[in-house]
């Protein structure tokens, strides 16, 4: 879906940069528990649940927001490849987004660990305890980590891309400068 | 979009600051993950040392893996409400699902070659703010920090036959431990086994204030001593048949003591024991009721990581709560991963 706006509104583009901060730190949050046994990895997976949790509401929120006010048109110019690219990274991207804490929450269920969020308050289970489904969604969340910290490698370069090198205006769609949309 | 001046510049270095840009990001990722830290000791280097030469026994625990599980309840008494406003301590009778195990890498070694056992523990009140706790029979552990436990596990693994040599003079505080494990008597029953947390925890009570304690199951069971001897010529397998024929003629008791620690106490340091004089609190009474063998048993897929914590109970400066965890979650994820290689039939146990 695309709009005549040339920028995403001022609430699509405050969730993008709080929800980049929020997945970036995700990521490096992931791999850096994973591969330490000091105190530090106790602070990690509890900061890992809660914040993992409130990206998937943040995605929900900021999917709603893209079907409501959809987003701006690419540039006529761009070639077809690039839109494409464009297309499938952000289908790639809100899959990730909404997927990846389901997966981990679901992983935390079926192998009987309690799920809790800051303050101690628990979420339910969402699956049952299972060796093999634990497993499974192990080996997807860590894959698909590695997928997602890919992909936002991919789309910093594509849209430094359009900033330094094209200077089509795609990264000032989402730019979190506080300038007015002149269009809207 | 106007173009700028600037734009005319050459577009290579404008991919050059992309390709930086993306690149730094992308090394301290790896930097982050540990790949460009060879001597970070991680979850999967403390694990992979607990292994025997032969590799680890699949689908099992890394550690503690010959066990069996438990079923029962834990009767809080309300006394422990003085020290921490967990729901565990307020009266009432909780649900437990258990283990009673040996400390050794191997499924299927023989009562009398493992001289620590332990036991794990759930426990689940009605709120779902679980308690899990996972207590050694040693009155202290071996060793003081994580990293002298993965340098005692490189010695004991070592073929160099000064290894265990140069380990201890490296950790003198081995030698309590070795003291306890050749001049402590042997038991031979689980139930007659007194378990200890060996580590410390932060206590919070209703009004915030902080306690640091640890805790021990006392058996109600008289201790009668065995020599290791004699234990071998029971069978390889006596302990779990014992406490098998005993739960069955009747439940078996211990009582949770938890003690507090005095301002000064080596809190950091399990290999440290506090005073005896220190206060301690009996909190209720811990009854193991059946016995269930490990293959399709209640434990089985139970992960006995001692930070799963009531809120009212949190880690306290002992570092080992955190490298237990991430070592635990290690082995749990590997062992899940090779189920098939632990059949689900209680005959599939003993291969």
Known sequence: MTTSRTRF???????????????LSMLFIGVGMVSTITPR??????IHKPLGIAILVLALIRLALRIYYGAPSLPADLPEPMKLAAYLSQYILYALMISMPLIGWGMLSAASYPVV??????????????????????????????????????????????????????FETMAPALTRDHSE | MPQSPSSRHLPLARLA??????????????????????????????????????????????????????????????????????????????????????????PNAADAMVRVRGLGIRITPPNGQEWRSAMI????????????????????????????????????????????????????????????????????DGSGTKRITRWSLIPAAQPVSITPNELAKRGPDFLEQEITQRVAAGPQRWSLVVTVANPGDPTADPNKAWPADRRSVEVGTLTVRQIEPEADGPCRDINYDPTVLPAGITTSDDPFPAARSAAYSRSYNSRTAEASSYPRTPTGAKQ
């Not at chain 2, 990722?29 to 030469?53: E, I, M, N, Q």
């Not at chain 2, 071996?142 to 040599?165: H, R």
Request: net charge positive; hydrophobic share 50%; charged share 10%.
């Open chain 1, 9 to 23: 509104t001022a609430p699509q583009r405050l969730l993008h940069w709080l929800m980049a901060i929020c997945i």
């Open chain 2, 137 to 204: 029979d040693a009155p202290i552990f071996p060793v003081s920090t994580p990293q002298g436990f993965y340098e005692l596990q490189t010695a004991a693994g070592s073929k160099d036959p000064e290894a265990m040599k140069k380990f201890i003079a490296s950790h003198p505080e081995f030698l309590t431990f070795l003291g306890w494990a050749k001049g402590a008597p042997w038991t031979s029953s689980y139930a007659e086994e007194r378990y200890n947390s060996l580590n410390s925890f932060l206590f919070i």
């Open chain 1, 41 to 46: 990895y106790l602070t990690l997976v509890q």
């Open chain 2, 17 to 106: 600051i992309i390709a930086v840009v993306v690149g730094l990001v992308a090394v301290a990722f790896v930097y982050t993950a540990g790949w460009l830290s060879p001597h970070r000791l991680t979850p999967a280097k403390l694990v992979a040392t607990l292994a025997p030469p032969g590799g680890p026994a699949l689908g099992h625990r890394r550690n503690h893996a010959k066990g069996i599980c438990f079923t029962g309840t834990f009767d809080a008494n309300g006394n422990g409400s003085a020290l921490s406003r967990a729901q565990v301590f307020v009266p009432g009778q909780y649900p437990v699902v258990g283990r009673f195990n040996l400390a050794t890498a191997d």
């Open chain 1, 117 to 170: 969020l800051f303050g101690g308050v628990h979420l339910p289970s969402i699956l049952p305890v299972s060796a093999s489904l634990h497993t499974l969604l192990w080996h997807a969340h860590y894959c698909m980590a590695f997928a997602f910290f890919a992909v936002i490698l991919l789309h910093v370069a594509a849209i430094l891309f359009h900033k330094l090198v094209r200077r089509d205006g795609v």
